[in-house]
Every structure is written in structure tokens, then in C-alpha cells.
């Protein structure tokens, strides 16, 4: 599950991505924008400084800026520097593998299952740019509701890319 520091990282460099290349954003700014508690987006964009997808510069005319291109960062290192393994289960881990001790993992479905869930959220993430994420029509998202009583099927809409 994503965590509130990738949820928070991920708002953040797509706030940067937002920006004319090159601008400089306050931390602050990005913070309000986002809903998001200034004390711990100044540690997250640490770590996202310290792993190459942001810069920084100190001082008045100081902030945060991509440093590079929003169409070469993909959304899977993101998540994997903020929150580590996509895997749901160590087991499942390709960059954090951890044998469980209490099953045999050839024949645990619980592990098959979870090396199936590993590989579509990678295919998902992996494949997407944080300029594709940046992109998204939010109208056109699909949103997830409860099941209704009366039988009105949900419809399936797909999220739109702007070209």
C-alpha cells in the first residue's frame, strides 16, 4: 500500500512537474497546494533530493525544481525510494527478497498470488512517467464506489491521457 510519504512525494514532484522547466517552487507553496504538513514534505523532498529527482537551492529566491525532465522520471522509482518494495509480501520482493519462514514457497498460493500483485502494480508503475501522471483528465477518472442495491452498474471509464 502506498504510504503517505509516497502519496505526499508523488503530489509533490507532480506540483514541480506542474511548473515552466526550471522554476523554482517554495516549499511552502507546494505544501498548501497540496494539503500536505510542511514539517514533513521538507524531509520528503530531502529524500527525493538525495535520490536525483529534485533540486534545491537555499536561500531567498530558493526552492525546489525537477532535476530533470518529468518525462523521464518514472512513477515506480518514486515509490520504491520513498516506500520501498512494491511487493505487498517480502516474499514477493524482487529488490527486498525475505523467505518466509513459516510456508513452502513453491507450493504457497498465498506467495503465487502476491508475485502476480508485485508484477501488475510494476507493469503499472514502472511503464508510467510522472508527465503521463501529471497529464491525467481527473474527470475522466473512474471512481470507485459501493455496490448499489438497485442494480445501476457502475460504468468502467478509462483515464485520458492529454497528448
Known amino acids: 500500500m502506498l504510504t503517505k510519504k509516497g502519496k505526499y ?8 512537474a506542474q511548473l515552466p522547466a526550471g522554476q523554482l ?7 498548501t497546494g497540496n494539503n500536505i504538513p510542511k514539517k514533513f514534505l521538507d524531509a520528503i523532498l530531502g529524500e527525493l533530493r538525495n535520490a536525483g529527482f529534485v533540486q534545491s537551492r537555499k536561500g531567498k529566491d530558493g526552492g525546489y525544481r525537477l532535476a ?3 518525462d523521464e522520471i518514472k512513477v515506480g522509482h518514486v515509490v520504491r525510494v520513498l516506500d520501498g518494495p512494491l511487493a505487498p509480501i517480502p516474499c514477493a520482493s524482487r529488490t527486498q527478497y ?6 513452502n514457497e513453491a507450493t504457497c498460493q498465498v506467495r503465487h498470488l502476491m508475485l502476480e500483485v508485485r508484477q501488475a502494480i510494476a507493469e503499472v508503475l514502472d ?14 477518472l473512474p471512481v470507485a ?19
Open 9 to 16: 512525494g508523488l503530489k509533490a514532484l507532480v506540483h514541480l
Open 68 to 70: 530533470r525532465p518529468a
Open 127 to 140: 511503464q508510467r512517467s510522472l508527465a503521463e501522471m501529471r497529464d491525467i483528465v481527473i474527470d475522466d
Open 145 to 163: 464506489r459501493e455496490p448499489v442495491a438497485s442494480g445501476i452498474d457502475d460504468l468502467a471509464v478509462r483515464a485520458k491521457i492529454r497528448a
Open 25 to 31: 517552487a517554495f516549499v511552502n507553496d507546494i505544501a
Open 98 to 103: 525475505q523467505r518466509c519462514e513459516d510456508c
